[in-house]
T-cell receptor, first 114, second 113 residues
Framework: GAGVSQSPRYKVAKRGQDVALRCDPISGHVSLFWYQQALGQGPEFLTYFQNEAQLDKSGLPSDRFFAERPEGSVSTLKIQRTQQEDSAVYLC????????????FGPGTRLLVL | LAKTTQPISMDSYEGQEVNITCSHNNIATNDYITWYQQFPSQGPRFIIQGYKTKVTNEVASLFIPADRKSSTLSLPRVSLSDTAVYYCLVGDAPGTGANNLFFGTGTRLTVIP
């Protein structure tokens, strides 16, 4: 079956613009995770959903970052008033139930803020 | 304080067994240890997960000593296609604290012909 997909794959934004990154998890997966990966670094946890409930958003770096999963499937990560330090790859992962299950990652969205 | 520590890089010849050790001195009782592999321009891919002792699957083995303060990923007979970054992830269900899912910087494995 289809894996996790993310769109767009690449996004160039001018500083101050708002961006929206989309994640389509594997069908039926309850858990959804967002990570931020800077160049040469490992993924850093941003936020976690169980169905439509956002159970952990402790990793979101500022109130400019907002994530939602209104129907418990597709999720959107929104970054308002982008800054250069937001440039990174944003990874989405889903798992069948909890973190203890295998996380299946999407290919990521590479965001470049100029 | 970093939750996991791994060597930054390792080189190995094709056909050799590779062991990558991850230190996680502050591992919590409920934490599991999971290893992921990441190729350039791709998301990480699950390799293996364990809680204690030894776990083996068709790809790798994971050795965890009794104190669980470290773990070793063992890749048998590596090939060129195993060149990637390997991450050790320690954590439990999110919602129990900030940075509960911590990947670290990973180990860049280069397999040499």
């Amino acid at each position: 079956g289809a894996g996790v997909s993310q769109s767009p794959r690449y996004k160039v934004a001018k500083r101050g613009q708002d961006v929206a990154l989309r994640c389509d998890p594997i069908s039926g997966h309850v858990s959804l995770f967002w990570y931020q990966q800077a160049l040469g670094q490992g993924p850093e946890f941003l936020t976690y959903f169980q169905n439509e409930a956002q159970l952990d958003k402790s990793g979101l770096p500022s109130d400019r970052f907002f994530a939602e999963r209104p129907e418990g499937s597709v999720s959107t990560l929104k970054i308002q008033r982008t800054q250069q330090e937001d440039s990174a790859v944003y990874l989405c992962a889903s798992s069948l139930s909890s973190m203890r299950e295998t996380q299946y990652f999407g290919p990521g969205t590479r965001l470049l803020v100029l | 304080l970093a939750k996991t520590t791994q060597p930054i890089s390792m080189d190995s010849y094709e056909g050799q067994e590779v062991n990558i050790t991850c230190s996680h001195n502050n591992i919590a009782t409920n934490d599991y240890i999971t290893w992921y592999q990441q190729f350039p321009s791709q998301g990480p891919r699950f390799i293996i997960q364990g809680y204690k002792t030894k776990v083996t699957n068709e790809v790798a083995s994971l050795f965890i000593p009794a104190d669980r303060k470290s773990s070793t990923l063992s890749l048998p007979r590596v090939s060129l296609s195993d060149t990637a970054v390997y991450y050790c992830l320690v954590g439990d269900a999110p919602g129990t604290g900030a940075n509960n899912l911590f990947f670290g910087t990973g180990t860049r494995l280069t397999v040499i012909p």
